[in-house]
């Protein structure tokens, strides 16, 4: 099966752990993206993978270039044009200290394509997965209406779509988050997360009354009906509790066949957090495409998000298939 995946590629300049954007005189550079991390990962476990997007033609746009085809990643749906590389400046936080973020996306070259950018159906040729992710939609109406067009055209190839709905406060607000992401989830045979998505009884989201991490029981029923309303068969998520920056309780779950499977929750120290989300999609997702037996995929699935806390850079290029053993070295929380 070939995977291909859709959305921006950044440049990460992330601040020394013991600096702020107040006092930081240098930043580490990294390359990564939602899509483009979930695109290395099912790389490095032997699966097909394409990325389309739009980089700038110059220095930057190149170095992604040679990343990707360094990783087994296909760079023949890559346009070169513009002359901007979205960024994003990371301040690293640590213990009570929390990391943040500072987007500078606007006029990118891929922010400013547009649809006759893009064939789809020309693209799509051959491939039988494709994935997206909720910040594509965030950027513009524009990159609204090329989604749309992708998803129908990967609709009309029968391919399998997925979605990370993926909300970014800093690109839009919650509010019109729920409101656009159904239009694309509506496509989809998997996604990850349940918000920003709308579920909507009496004028009012259901999901407004939920407390952090419900539990199987709360949101089994939530979740039959988000899987009824969109059609979905899967929906994947983590439910991480955080003791502090640099250290996590997190557990894997995933509602299918109407009902909750999840794992044991797990303690993790984090080196870095960038990608970890990413890290859990892709294993779903191998999974799901090697025909794994559920409790497999999400053992797996939880022990690549795991071991990227211990990795800095945005991506994982490890194989996912032994991630399940990460499991049995990671300290398992009893609650």
């Not at 190839?157 to 989830?185: C, H, Y």
């Amino acid at each position: 099966m070939k995977f291909i995946t859709f959305g921006e590629i950044l440049m990460r300049l992330s601040t020394d752990v013991s600096s702020t954007f107040k006092t930081a005189d240098q930043f580490n550079i990294n390359i990564g993206g939602s899509e483009m991390n979930v695109a290395m990962s099912l790389a490095a476990s032997g699966i097909e993978t394409s990325v389309v997007t739009t980089l700038p033609d110059n220095g930057f746009g190149h170095r992604v270039i040679s990343l990707l085809k360094s990783n087994n990643v296909e760079t023949e749906n890559i346009k070169m044009q513009g002359s901007k590389m979205g960024v994003y400046f990371l301040e690293q936080g640590f213990n009570i200290r929390s990391s943040s973020v500072i987007y500078d996306r606007k006029y990118s070259s891929f922010e400013q394509s547009s649809e006759a950018d893009y064939d789809f159906e020309k693209i799509f040729e051959g491939y039988d997965w494709f994935h997206f992710s909720g910040i594509t939609p965030a950027l513009n109406n524009e990159m609204q209406e090329i989604l749309l067009k992708a998803l129908q055209a990967a609709e009309a190839k029968g391919m399998k779509i997925s979605a990370d709905l993926n909300f970014r406060g800093n690109l839009w607000t919650f509010e019109e988050a729920r409101k656009t992401m159904p239009q694309f989830v509506t496509y989809c045979d998997v996604i990850f997360g349940y918000e920003p998505l709308a579920l909507m009884e009496n004028g009012e989201d259901i999901k407004d009354s939920l407390e952090r991490n419900p539990n199987a029981e709360t949101l089994t029923p939530i979740l039959q009906k988000i899987s009824k309303q969109y059609d979905l068969k899967h929906i994947a998520f983590t439910q991480r509790t955080v003791l502090h920056s640099n250290k996590n309780i997190i557990r894997g779950m995933m509602f299918t066949d109407g009902k909750i499977l999840e794992t044991d929750a797990y303690e993790v120290e984090i080196l870095d957090r960038i990608g970890t989300g990413d890290a859990y999609t892709s294993g779903i997702i191998h999974g799901l495409i090697n025909d794994l037996s559920h409790e497999e995929t999400l053992d797996n699935a939880l022990g690549n998000m795991l071991y990227k806390h211990t990795l800095s850079g945005d991506f994982l290029v490890e194989d996912i298939s032994p991630m399940n053993k990460v499991l049995d070295a990671t300290q398992e929380v009893k609650r």
